[in-house]
């Protein structure tokens, strides 16, 4: 077993099949496929300095060691983290199977129903707890969540607030304090200000467009809101409620006392603590707002034959479409986290839920008596799962003491100390704290013998409604049933496990098997994000080791983990530069030149960063125009803060003229951005730093072979130069940067979701840079080999001076629409018919499929690909010459469902055969889709966003 050389394993072609490939397409050797797609002023100069590749077996070693340096101490310690029990049968399932963390957003709808329907389950889990209209299909963190609403409000205020310039977003004082700063962080940009106080005394008034509380709030207290709320609304102020998910099982839900927005995170619905993530938030609205929400939802449609279909609905809200018009820059959701909530939802039920919140409530009630017993005051009058009791400075260093000695974390404040109980705190550990709080009270202990089911709250904080009552929380409560039933949504994707998925710009590389162990590691997942530092010695570790790591191959200087996705590194490297910038006594600098090519989160970042947008033109081969720049940097060079630049270009270019387009930026005073989402056509060959950035971000779940998991997790750190380094964000509880000029927290966590950072420091640790170049290499070549072989079928939109492409090519469609009114989109729905997910559509050009095959496919997948495109093309001629209809054709009613292909009539003028199995090699692995093509427009004329009833689906089927 050749363990010992994993770029063997990673790297699809095999060296012969390398060399073979480049024969064919032109190239001499790898040093030839370098000078003709990269510019050599780019190239590095001497190869980076890593340490040496581990073996497979040696990686394991490593970070199980690792992980035995994280301290195993139980942690009560609350502020929206919590002990879980994922059950078996979702990670062994789920967590664990690439069939579900190597699938892509699920923008292609037909071939993504049933991740659809895992994440319909999750906001139909949530809508019913928080008892709101809809939620959404997840954002980053509960802390994000919030801002989220204090963004939407905003926007949406009365035009009476307006005409007040009404700017203030009263947040509670007891918030949890990682969301006060995050809250900071959005508002100031956008000249939000941050009002703090009590809700019960706070004034609301015609400057005030929302607020802002929490329930429970961070003490753990569970307040009465109602008159408050009222208070609210007789002054058109919204209401945002940020709650603890499992706690709305008992509790009675926000939307019955008014809330206008719930926001918060599902991590109780079965996701381990995990050092801070990744976990899914939540936001849940009225219907009133289910325009304006941020993020993805996912809405029931039907398809061409009136099937019931699930698809992502209002997806013109997506923020590639609206760029600096965006209100959110939300790209990446938790969708992965997401799915394994709902299924946490479903396995359990009602039932299910209602009991291990209501067991989680009677042992905080015993221990509340059991503590006051030994004579201590609690301070909570009415509480879920958290006590709150009073100690003085001197007791309370002497009961962390004594706590430690135990292996017990709880949350140490002035004048008190809060105990945080969870679905799996047993009676013995109820005992631990009793024995702790006994010690220190000099009394003798009693042990719990009994555990009654008790409930401490009045009357008017008890739910009284029902919730998740719909059948598919009802019928899977055995693990087979359980487990045939993810199997069965399992069916109804494509990933990776099935074929390549050739997006342009998502970078689709499969991601190893033994770089996802350690998620299944306890020694990783039961860690509070707010545990001591010594206690986490194996995950800063981590997250040291690949920090260098990182910023030796960007070629900068320091690094933060703590942005969540992509679209949040960008707008927290712009932040970074504004702050610097205002450091310096440049704080008017508020010019963002962004190229028209560009994706479109780069200029919703900026806007949300509170800069100014200026559009650079791009020439005719798709480059920036470099006299443009010229002509806007000179003509802005007084205001001019940054240039966000993505290289190779969203064309699948390396521009040659990067260096001199860095130079001019910097020469009138701006900073360089470097949007890293194509890294993977750089690392080993050329850098960010090499190239003249000031700050880029990477996307680790692209480059650095995070999975995508159905549209997340997703980490997008930030390499800055030197200069940069102490603006980097700190944390409010956890601090990740001492420097006082740290800009305050872009996320929840410390560092973001630290869980999964273990699957690139994996990565990078087996490859090691000579793989890494390899991976690099691979990457170019079979883009460069794809795009030479379907040329003769579609033309290449976009090559270098040379005619190479970089990591990624642009299939030219658009002729075709006028021609014989075929599309692009026709195209991408005609692939999943041999098995394959599209390209990406229409962008970054309108009529065009974007592919991106990545190293670790092999000359036998590509060249099926390039196969497939073929006899497309001959479908497309045949249109063409009339021998096919114009309309009935095995393009225009692509995809083939498997109910119509085995259908006893056939209706099409084309047979069966060739719409099932338009390539002889499609029969060894034919992926079944069970719906015909979507109707995008009626799931967005009749928007449903829940679980389909019986009624909905008859309607649907009369239309």
């Given at each position: 077993?050749?363990?010992?050389?994993?770029?063997?394993?990673?790297?699809?072609?095999?060296?012969?099949?390398?060399?073979?490939?480049?024969?064919?397409?032109?190239?001499?050797?790898?040093?030839?496929?370098?000078?003709?797609?990269?510019?050599?002023?780019?190239?590095?100069?001497?190869?980076?300095?890593?340490?040496?590749?581990?073996?497979?077996?040696?990686?394991?070693?490593?970070?199980?060691?690792?992980?035995?340096?994280?301290?195993?101490?139980?942690?009560?310690?609350?502020?929206?983290?919590?002990?879980?029990?994922?059950?078996?049968?979702?990670?062994?399932?789920?967590?664990?199977?690439?069939?579900?963390?190597?699938?892509?957003?699920?923008?292609?709808?037909?071939?993504?129903?049933?991740?659809?329907?895992?994440?319909l389950n999750f906001q139909t889990a949530i809508a019913e707890l928080t008892g709101m209209d809809f939620a959404n299909a997840s954002l980053l963190d509960e802390s994000t969540a919030a801002a989220e609403a204090m963004r939407m409000f905003f926007d949406n205020r009365s035009a009476a607030k307006k005409k007040n310039?009404?700017?203030?977003?009263?947040?509670?004082?007891?918030?949890?304090?990682?969301?006060?700063?995050?809250?900071?962080?959005?508002?100031?940009?956008?000249?939000?200000?941050?009002?703090?106080?009590?809700?019960?005394?706070?004034?609301?008034?015609?400057?005030?467009?929302?607020?802002?509380?929490?329930?429970?709030?961070?003490?753990?207290?569970?307040?009465?809101?109602?008159?408050?709320?009222?208070?609210?609304?007789?002054?058109?102020?919204?209401?945002?409620?940020?709650?603890?998910?499992?706690?709305?099982?008992?509790?009675?839900?926000?939307?019955?006392?008014?809330?206008?927005?719930?926001?918060?995170?599902?991590?109780?619905?079965?996701?381990?603590?995990?050092?801070?993530?990744?976990?899914?938030?939540?936001?849940?609205?009225?219907?009133?707002?289910?325009?304006?929400?941020?993020?993805?939802?996912?809405?029931?449609?039907?398809?061409?034959?009136?099937?019931?279909?699930?698809?992502?609905?209002?997806?013109?809200?997506?923020?590639?479409?609206?760029?600096?018009?965006?209100?959110?820059?939300?790209?990446?959701?938790?969708?992965?986290?997401?799915?394994?909530?709902?299924?946490?939802?479903?396995?359990?039920?009602?039932?299910?839920?209602?009991?291990?919140?209501?067991?989680?409530?009677?042992?905080?009630?015993?221990?509340?008596?059991?503590?006051?017993?030994?004579?201590?005051?609690?301070?909570?009058?009415?509480?879920?799962?958290?006590?709150?009791?009073?100690?003085?400075?001197?007791?309370?260093?002497?009961?962390?003491?004594?706590?430690?000695?135990?292996?017990?974390?709880?949350?140490?404040?002035?004048?008190?100390?809060?105990?945080?109980?969870?679905?799996?705190?047993?009676?013995?550990?109820?005992?631990?704290?009793?024995?702790?709080?006994?010690?220190?009270?000099?009394?003798?202990?009693?042990?719990?013998?009994?555990?009654?089911?008790?409930?401490?709250?009045?009357?008017?904080?008890?739910?009284?409604?029902?919730?998740?009552?719909?059948?598919?929380?009802?019928?899977?409560?055995?693990?087979?049933?359980?487990?045939?039933?993810?199997?069965?949504?399992?069916?109804?994707?494509?990933?990776?496990?099935?074929?390549?998925?050739?997006?342009?710009?998502?970078?689709?590389?499969?991601?190893?098997?033994?770089?996802?162990?350690?998620?299944?590691?306890?020694?990783?997942?039961?860690?509070?994000?707010?545990?001591?530092?010594?206690?986490?010695?194996?995950?800063?570790?981590?997250?040291?080791?690949?920090?260098?790591?990182?910023?030796?191959?960007?070629?900068?200087?320091?690094?933060?983990?703590?942005?969540?996705?992509?679209?949040?590194?960008?707008?927290?490297?712009?932040?970074?530069?504004?702050?610097?910038?205002?450091?310096?006594?440049?704080?008017?600098?508020?010019?963002?030149?962004?190229?028209?090519?560009?994706?479109?989160?780069?200029?919703?970042?900026?806007?949300?960063?509170?800069?100014?947008?200026?559009?650079?033109?791009?020439?005719?081969?798709?480059?920036?125009?470099?006299?443009?720049?010229?002509?806007?940097?000179?003509?802005?060079?007084?205001?001019?803060?940054?240039?966000?630049?993505?290289?190779?270009?969203?064309?699948?270019?390396?521009?040659?003229?990067?260096?001199?387009?860095?130079?001019?930026?910097?020469?009138?005073?701006?900073?360089?951005?470097?949007?890293?989402?194509?890294?993977?056509?750089?690392?080993?060959?050329?850098?960010?730093?090499?190239?003249?950035?000031?700050?880029?971000?990477?996307?680790?779940?692209?480059?650095?072979?995070?999975?995508?998991?159905?549209?997340?997790?997703?980490?997008?750190?930030?390499?800055?130069?030197?200069?940069?380094?102490?603006?980097?964000?700190?944390?409010?509880?956890?601090?990740?940067?001492?420097?006082?000029?740290?800009?305050?927290?872009?996320?929840?966590?410390?560092?973001?979701?630290?869980?999964?950072?273990?699957?690139?420091?994996?990565?990078v640790k087996m490859l090691g840079i000579e793989g890494l170049f390899e991976s690099t290499v691979g990457a170019i070549l079979n883009a460069n080999y794809i795009a030479e072989k379907i040329k003769k079928y579609f033309p290449i939109l976009y090559t270098s001076q040379t005619g190479r492409v970089a990591h990624e090519?642009?299939?030219?469609?658009?002729?075709?629409?006028?021609?014989?009114?075929?599309?692009?989109?026709?195209?991408?729905?005609?692939?999943?018919?041999?098995?394959?997910?599209?390209?990406?559509?229409?962008?970054?050009?309108?009529?065009?499929?974007?592919?991106?095959?990545?190293?670790?496919?092999?000359?036998?997948?590509?060249?099926?690909?390039?196969?497939?495109?073929?006899?497309?093309?001959?479908?497309?001629?045949?249109?063409?010459?009339?021998?096919?209809?114009?309309?009935?054709?095995?393009?225009?009613?692509?995809?083939?469902?498997?109910?119509?292909?085995?259908?006893?009539?056939?209706?099409?003028?084309?047979?069966?055969?060739?719409?099932?199995?338009?390539?002889?090699?499609?029969?060894?692995?034919?992926?079944?889709?069970?719906?015909?093509?979507?109707?995008?427009?009626?799931?967005?004329?009749?928007?449903?966003?829940?679980?389909?009833?019986?009624?909905?689906?008859?309607?649907?089927?009369?239309?």
């Amino acid at each position: 077993m050749l363990n010992d050389i994993f770029k063997h394993r990673h790297i699809g072609p095999r060296p012969d099949q390398m060399k073979q490939m480049m024969e064919e397409i032109g190239f001499k050797s790898v040093e030839d496929l370098l000078y003709q797609t990269i510019p050599d002023s780019i190239r590095l100069k001497e190869q980076i300095k890593l340490s040496k590749p581990k073996s497979e077996y040696e990686v394991i070693e490593d970070i199980t060691k690792l992980g035995n340096k994280n301290k195993k101490f139980r942690s009560f310690i609350g502020l929206g983290y919590s002990g879980t029990m994922m059950p078996p049968v979702i990670q062994r399932n789920v967590l664990e199977n690439p069939a579900w963390y190597t699938s892509y957003t699920p923008y292609q709808a037909e071939i993504s129903q049933g991740r659809l329907e895992a994440l319909l389950n999750f906001q139909t889990a949530i809508a019913e707890l928080t008892g709101m209209d809809f939620a959404n299909a997840s954002l980053l963190d509960e802390s994000t969540a919030a801002a989220e609403a204090m963004r939407m409000f905003f926007d949406n205020r009365s035009a009476a607030k307006k005409k007040n310039g009404a700017n203030k977003f009263f947040v509670d004082n007891q918030v949890y304090p990682q969301t006060k700063a995050v809250l900071e962080t959005r508002a100031e940009p956008l000249g939000i200000q941050i009002v703090y106080g009590d809700f019960n005394n706070c004034k609301i008034d015609e400057t005030t467009y929302a607020v802002l509380i929490q329930y429970p709030n961070a003490n753990g207290e569970v307040n009465d809101y109602k008159e408050f709320v009222e208070k609210a609304h007789i002054n058109e102020c919204q209401v945002v409620v940020a709650a603890d998910i499992l706690s709305l099982a008992l509790l009675t839900p926000p939307s019955e006392w008014g809330a206008d927005a719930v926001v918060g995170s599902s991590q109780r619905l079965g996701l381990p603590m995990a050092f801070g993530g990744p976990h899914a938030g939540y936001f849940a609205t009225s219907e009133k707002y289910i325009r304006k929400m941020p993020g993805r939802i996912i809405g029931v449609s039907k398809d061409k034959y009136n099937h019931i279909a699930y698809r992502m609905t209002l997806q013109t809200r997506e923020q590639h479409i609206k760029r600096e018009k965006a209100t959110s820059n939300i790209c990446t959701a938790q969708a992965l986290l997401a799915s394994m909530s709902g299924f946490y939802a479903v396995y359990h039920g009602y039932d299910g839920i209602k009991k291990i919140a209501q067991s989680i409530h009677s042992k905080t009630v015993k221990l509340n008596e059991e503590i006051q017993k030994l004579g201590y005051k609690q301070l909570n009058n009415q509480f879920f799962d958290t006590l709150r009791i009073e100690l003085n400075e001197k007791n309370i260093e002497k009961l962390e003491e004594i706590a430690l000695k135990s292996r017990i974390n709880f949350r140490y404040c002035k004048g008190y100390v809060t105990i945080s109980l969870d679905e799996i705190t047993t009676k013995r550990e109820l005992n631990k704290i009793k024995i702790v709080f006994a010690e220190l009270s000099e009394k003798e202990f009693e042990k719990i013998m009994q555990i009654e089911t008790k409930c401490g709250l009045k009357d008017n904080f008890i739910r009284k409604s029902l919730f998740m009552q719909q059948n598919v929380f009802k019928m899977y409560k055995s693990e087979t049933e359980m487990m045939r039933y993810i199997k069965r949504l399992e069916r109804k994707d494509i990933s990776l496990a099935h074929s390549m998925i050739p997006l342009g710009s998502c970078t689709m590389k499969l991601n190893s098997a033994v770089s996802m162990l350690p998620l299944s590691n306890p020694k990783f997942g039961n860690i509070h994000p707010f545990a001591p530092k010594w206690q986490v010695k194996g995950y800063l570790k981590i997250i040291e080791s690949l920090k260098q790591d990182l910023v030796k191959i960007t070629g900068m200087d320091d690094l933060s983990f703590q942005p969540n996705s992509g679209a949040a590194g960008e707008h927290t490297g712009l932040l970074v530069i504004r702050a610097y910038q205002k450091k310096i006594g440049q704080g008017h600098r508020k010019i963002c030149l962004i190229p028209a090519s560009a994706h479109g989160t780069n200029p919703a970042s900026a806007i949300m960063a509170g800069f100014d947008v200026v559009v650079i033109k791009t020439d005719t081969n798709g480059n920036i125009d470099i006299e443009d720049l010229k002509l806007k940097a000179s003509e802005h060079k007084n205001d001019l803060a940054a240039v966000m630049i993505t290289y190779p270009s969203t064309h699948g270019v390396f521009e040659k003229d990067i260096i001199e387009m860095c130079k001019i930026v910097h020469e009138n005073g701006g900073q360089i951005y470097m949007d890293g989402a194509n890294m993977n056509a750089q690392i080993g060959i050329t850098n960010p730093g090499t190239i003249g950035a000031d700050v880029c971000h990477l996307n680790l779940h692209k480059t650095f072979a995070i999975p995508h998991g159905g549209g997340g997790p997703g980490v997008g750190p930030i390499a800055v130069k030197a200069h940069l380094a102490p603006f980097l964000p700190t944390h409010p509880v956890f601090s990740t940067n001492d420097d006082e000029n740290a800009i305050n927290p872009v996320a929840a966590a410390p560092y973001g979701s630290p869980m999964i950072l273990t699957i690139s420091y994996a990565y990078v640790k087996m490859l090691g840079i000579e793989g890494l170049f390899e991976s690099t290499v691979g990457a170019i070549l079979n883009a460069n080999y794809i795009a030479e072989k379907i040329k003769k079928y579609f033309p290449i939109l976009y090559t270098s001076q040379t005619g190479r492409v970089a990591h990624e090519c642009i299939l030219d469609l658009h002729d075709l629409k006028h021609e014989i009114d075929i599309s692009e989109l026709d195209v991408a729905k005609r692939l999943m018919d041999f098995g394959f997910h599209a390209p990406t559509v229409s962008f970054p050009v309108h009529g065009t499929l974007m592919v991106e095959p990545t190293e670790s496919e092999s000359k036998e997948e590509l060249d099926r690909f390039i196969d497939a495109m073929r006899i497309i093309y001959g479908e497309i001629e045949e249109i063409r010459n009339q021998k096919a209809d114009k309309q009935d054709n095995v393009i225009k009613n692509s995809p083939h469902p498997e109910y119509e292909i085995v259908a006893n009539e056939w209706k099409h003028s084309y047979p069966r055969e060739k719409a099932a199995y338009p390539a002889e090699w499609v029969r060894n692995n034919k992926f079944w889709i069970n719906v015909a093509r979507i109707d995008d427009a009626f799931g967005d004329r009749k928007t449903f966003c829940s679980i389909v009833t019986p009624e909905f689906e008859e309607q649907i089927k009369s239309l």
